[in-house]
């Protein structure tokens, strides 16, 4: 059974270009150029998109180099420490000509090459450089000490922190997708001491060597993030990073135009219900883009059908999930990061922090307890979206009604307004001000006891209008039959 997360979106669906995705990769990079080194901590599930995330942050600005993996270090060649490098290999890419002033050969070398022969300021990635036979070094350091210069023969070998941040301090920044070749203890050490030894340098931000790797929580220590934040490591946890407007941007995109047409025939029907719609499965989904990218390709909107709907999109979902949400940890969703005792689920995609609630894989929803859960989502959904267009044309229907009523506009606020029997001491204008706001309940009343007078269509939609109100506000979802009504009362 494979594992879905809030990091899978659909397949056409560039994750980086989401908002919540782009607002946490600019902070990383911020703090990138801040001078700090930066971990990522992504859940084990999502480490397939480790990559696109580091594109994302770096950009096509920032300086970097990719320390090499164990199995692209060169071997070690024969001869002494300390030799000549050997010539160096061509990277495939043109010259750089920054520097050359001579003009004739900029323009012989731009035809050669193309214009970023001309413009590059910065040379390609060098190859990873093979080491002496006797180089004490080995694992992490060695792997990062091979992007660098051969070091002097009177060089101390075990120092690659003190060359990088001392002799090559030129603010690049070391990128890293550590795997399971990379010991977590190296790791860690590798974390602690350059930013160490640079700071105790004094070097500006802009010259600081940083390192960037993206790990999860088996490739470090279970104490290293701590640690790490306390040695000024910014560590990003993907925790609580996508949001409302993620899910509605996969839903909206994964809406076929045949599903959105298929039910009301009229434009303004249509707007109505697909609002509805979609807010009910960005509500239900949350964070898990994929499952919100399927529910919005196969759901037609009637409630009804949402559990069969969200159970087959889910039957390729984790194997287990927790009952509940345990309410102990209902405030970890306002956290930088998952709390340990969830860190578990977490890592498995089984549980998220989004808009500042703990979500819950929405398989949960599909269990013989989530019918609770997936009804209080249904409800605040269609809460967001409808009550604001209920509230509406309550106000045109007042507005259509105040000019029939049967008493003058102070006696009618005192028996009806808000606030009881203050109308009579209003003028006139300020208690047609008041009875604007009349609620739907006390309309009802006024036109019961002949005070308003309603058309047999006023009446219809008054009833419509009140009887929706009444079940959002018992915090009910509305059913399809009475959804249905209210639409079209709702509709131009």
């Not at 706001?437 to 419509?464: C, D, I, W």
């Amino acid at each position: 059974m494979t594992t879905t997360g809030p990091l899978t979106a659909a397949a056409d669906q560039d994750l980086t270009a989401l908002p919540g995705v782009r607002h946490w990769t600019r902070r990383v990079a911020e703090d990138l150029a801040a001078g700090h080194s930066c971990v990522v901590m992504l859940p084990a599930h999502a480490t397939v998109h480790g990559e696109d995330l580091l594109r994302a942050v770096l950009g096509v600005r920032t300086p970097h180099r990719r320390i090499p993996p164990p199995d692209a270090l060169p071997a070690p060649r024969s001869g002494e420490a300390g030799e000549d490098d050997p010539e160096p290999l061509w990277s495939g890419q043109p010259p750089i000509l920054a520097d050359i002033d001579d003009t004739f050969l900029v323009d012989a070398m731009t035809a050669a090459f193309g214009s970023d022969a001309a413009l590059s300021s910065a040379p390609a990635p060098p190859l990873p450089r093979p080491r002496p036979a006797s180089d004490p070094l080995n694992g992490l350091e060695a792997r990062l000490e091979s992007l660098l210069p051969a070091r002097p023969a009177d060089g101390d070998p075990a120092d690659v922190y003190q060359r990088l941040a001392a002799d090559h301090a030129d603010g690049c920044t070391y990128i890293l997708n550590a795997g399971e070749h990379d010991d977590p203890d190296a790791l860690t050490r590798l974390l602690l001491r350059l930013p160490a030894t640079a700071k105790a340098l004094g070097l500006p931000p802009e010259q600081r060597p940083k390192l960037l790797v993206v790990a999860t929580t088996d490739r470090l220590p279970a104490t290293a993030p701590d640690d790490l934040v306390r040695a000024d490591v910014a560590v990003h946890w993907w925790w609580g990073a996508l949001g409302r407007l993620d899910t509605a941007s996969v839903t909206a995109v994964n809406r076929p135009l045949s599903v959105r047409t298929a039910t009301h025939r009229d434009t303004g029907r249509t707007r109505i219900g697909e609002s509805v719609t979609q807010a009910c499965i960005v509500e239900v989904c949350g964070p898990y883009l994929d499952l919100a990218a399927a529910l919005a390709a196969h759901w037609h909107g009637q409630p009804e059908s949402l559990r069969a709907a969200l159970t087959a999109v889910c039957a390729a979902g984790p194997p287990t999930l927790p009952a509940q949400r345990d309410p102990a940890h209902r405030t970890g969703a306002l956290a930088h990061q998952p709390p340990d005792a969830l860190r578990p689920r977490w890592n498995n995609g089984t549980i998220e922090a989004w808009e500042g609630h703990l979500r819950v894989h929405p398989a949960a929803l599909c269990t013989a307890t989530g019918d609770t859960e997936l009804n209080k989502l249904l409800w605040v959904a269609q809460s967001r979206t409808l009550l604001p267009l209920i509230d509406d044309a309550r106000d045109a229907l007042v507005t259509e009604v105040l000019p029939t009523s049967t008493c003058p506009p102070q006696q009618l606020l005192a028996m009806y307004g808000a606030d009881g029997g203050d109308g009579a001491n209003l003028r006139p204008a300020g208690a047609d001000e008041r009875l604007q706001a009349l609620e739907l309940g006390r309309l009802y009343s006024a036109k019961t006891n002949g005070h308003l007078v309603f058309t047999t269509g006023q009446t219809s939609t008054l009833l419509t209008l009140r009887n929706a109100r009444n079940e959002l506000s018992h915090r009910r979802h509305l059913p399809g039959k009475t959804l249905d009504q209210l639409i079209t009362k709702l509709s131009p």
